[in-house]
C-alpha cells in the first residue's frame, strides 16, 4: 500500500472527528459496522436526508443494471478517564469499499453474485495509549494493521430454489459464521465472538482467508452451514510485499490446517423476528495460547519424557450461541426493542482466554420526534483460563457499555458511547504485575456513508 494511501485514509479520519466535534488529545479487531443507510435514495431527497453523502451518483441505475457500490468511514474517538496509567484520548477507524454484481443481470446466471470489499484501516489503540490491560478492545475499529486489506472476493452460486448456496474466494469467516454484527465500541459487543477470544487463529474483519462454505436451506426458517478456511497466520502480514493480496502463495509459510465451522441456523419470521446461531468450530493446528503452561507427555516406547506439549496431538475447537431477537414492534421502521445473548466457549486446554458471554439491548425509535434513533445497553464478561501463568489467572474482565445513537443526517450517524471496564485484563493486572484501576471511558462514533 503507498504512503499517500495511508495519508488519505488518516486525513479523511481527522476530517470526520472534527466534523462529529470530537477531540482529544493484543487486538484484534471486530466486524462490519452496522448502521445502512436509513432510506433509498430518492430524487427528492435534499443534503440533509439523503442517504449518500455526494448525493446518488449515478447509483440507483447502475444497481438495476446489477451492480452495487458503497464506500463508508467509521470512526471510533475514545478517551480514558480513569484507570490504565494515563488520561488521555485517541482515535481509530477504518475506510471501506464494497461491491456487489448480481450475475442475473450482467450475465444471466441466476443466483450468482460477485462480492468484493476492500478496508483501510488507521488510527491507535486506546489500551495501549492508555496503558489499560485490558483483553478486548474499548475502541474495536483498531486492529490487524494501519494497511489495504483485501477484506472479501468471493463467487456465491444459489441452486434449487435457493435452497442451497455455494461460496468460495476470499473470505473473513464472520462474513458466514458467528454473530456479525456491531453496534457497540467495546469488542466483547461487537463481531465474531469466536474471533474475539481466539484471535490467533479465527480472524474476523477485515482478514480473509481462502474458503469455501455450504449454506444449506434444510426448512423453512433453519439453515445448516459448513465452512472449510485455510489455516495461515499470514494472512495477518502487515507488510506491503507484492504478495500481500495472496498471503499463502509459494514464498511464504505453509499453512498450520483447517478451520472448519459449522453452525445451525434458526430464523423465525413475522413481527418479532430474529436470529439464533448454534454452533462450533474445529481447527486442525495444534498450538497451546501463550501464557499457558505447555504440557508434558510421556512418549511411549521411549523410556523418557517427551518436550512434546500435548497440543501438538490435537487440534483446538469451541462451541458458540449466538441469539438476535426482536421483542417489540413500535412502528414501520424497524422501532421497537431488540435483545441479544452471546456465549462462547473455546477449548479450555489451549485457550488462554476460555470463554466469553455478551448481553444486551437495543431500542429504536427512542423519541416520537427521532424515529431513526437509538439507544443501547450491554454487559459481558471474558474469562482468562485458570491455568494461565499470570497473576489475572482464573479472573473474569466485565465491561458495560451505553450508548445513544442519533441519526444527525440521512448519511451520517453519531454514536455517543461510555464504557465502564471492571477488572481489565481479569483481575486488573498489567504486564508488569501492577494492579491497575477499572477503567471508565467515553467515546463517539461516527459513521458516514459517502
Known sequence: MSLRSVNTARACGVGIALLS??????????????KAPPVPYTETDDFWTRPYLFGDLGRTKLKEQGISLALTLGDEAVGNLSGGNRNTATQA????????????????????TVGLTLVDRFGRNLNDEAGIPALQLTNEVFGRGSILRLTELYYSQKLFDDHLELKGGRLPVGSD???????FVNLTFCGGQPGNIQGGYIYNWPVSQWAGVVHYNFAKEWQLS??????????LTTSDS????????????????????????WAP?????????????????????????????????SGGVSDQNLGDSRG???????????????????????????????????SYQDYQIAFGFRHTGTFASRPEDEVGFAVGTTHVNTAALTPNAGGNEVPIEAWYGWQATGWMNLKF????VLHPGGRGYNAAGVKTDNAWILGLRTLVHF
Open 21 to 34: 466535534l470530537f477531540s482529544g488529545g493484543g487486538a484484534h479487531s471486530a466486524d462490519l459496522m452496522t
Open 93 to 112: 477507524g477504518q475506510l471501506f469499499f464494497q461491491a456487489k454484481f448480481d450475475m442475473a443481470k450482467l450475465a444471466g446466471i441466476q443466483g450468482g
Open 177 to 183: 459464521f458467528f454473530f456479525g454484527l456491531c453496534e
Open 226 to 235: 459448513v465452512g472449510v478456511y485455510d489455516a495461515n497466520p499470514n494472512y
Open 242 to 265: 507484492a504478495t500481500y493480496f495472496l498471503p499463502g502463495v509459494p514464498g511464504s509459510s505453509p499453512a498450520s490446517g483447517v478451520l472448519v465451522p459449522v453452525e445451525v441456523v
Open 269 to 301: 419470521s413475522g413481527p418479532l423476528n430474529g436470529t439464533w446461531r448454534f454452533g462450533g468450530w474445529y481447527d486442525s493446528a495444534s498450538t497451546i495460547d501463550g501464557g499457558l503452561p505447555g504440557i508434558i507427555a510421556i512418549s511411549p516406547g
Open 316 to 350: 483446538r475447537y469451541g462451541v458458540y450461541e449466538s441469539i438476535l431477537q426482536r421483542l417489540t414492534v413500535e412502528g414501520p421502521k424497524a422501532q421497537g426493542w431488540y435483545t441479544f445473548l452471546n456465549t462462547t466457549v473455546a477449548d479450555h486446554r489451549t
Open 417 to 420: 458511547d461510555a464504557q465502564y
